[in-house]
């Protein structure tokens, strides 16, 4: 069992950047960042490899966005630079003990999520 906790989230204005963090029970697995706009299916972000030697981005985040983290410390962080309005959304961290993946359903453990909104 892994318990996972984000925090970070909050209010930035367009072309702004935001850094949000997830606490990990664990170090040893594959993570991921996943978002979930009102009304719309959760989505792929980014995720990583446990150690970090791959990282793997949606094309909408890709250039903007930066996935890594600290095993040491047992987090997952998501810096996201020149957020858009359409950045907005419940972002959520989860961790898979397979290898990491942009299919939801492959993460067996998941957060309670973080809201990020942007204005315009």
């Known amino acids: 069992q892994v318990q996972l906790v984000e925090s970070g989230g909050g209010l930035v204005q367009a072309g702004g950047s935001l850094r949000i963090s997830c606490a990990a029970s664990?170090?040893?697995?594959?993570m991921a960042w996943f978002r979930q706009a009102p009304e719309k299916e959760r989505e792929f972000v980014a995720d990583?490899?446990?150690?970090?030697?791959?990282?793997d981005y949606a094309d909408s985040v890709r250039g903007r966005f930066t996935i890594s983290r600290d095993n040491a410390a047992k987090m997952l962080y998501l810096q996201m630079n020149s957020l858009k309005p359409e950045d907005t959304a419940v972002y959520y961290c989860?961790?898979?003990?397979?290898?990491?993946?942009?299919?939801?359903?492959?993460?067996?453990?998941w957060g309670q999520g973080t809201q990020v909104t942007v204005s315009s």
């Open positions: 664990a170090a040893n697995f594959a």
């Open positions: 990583i490899t446990w150690a970090s030697f791959r990282t």
């Open positions: 989860a961790a898979s003990r397979s290898g990491p993946s942009r299919i939801s359903t492959d993460y067996a453990y």
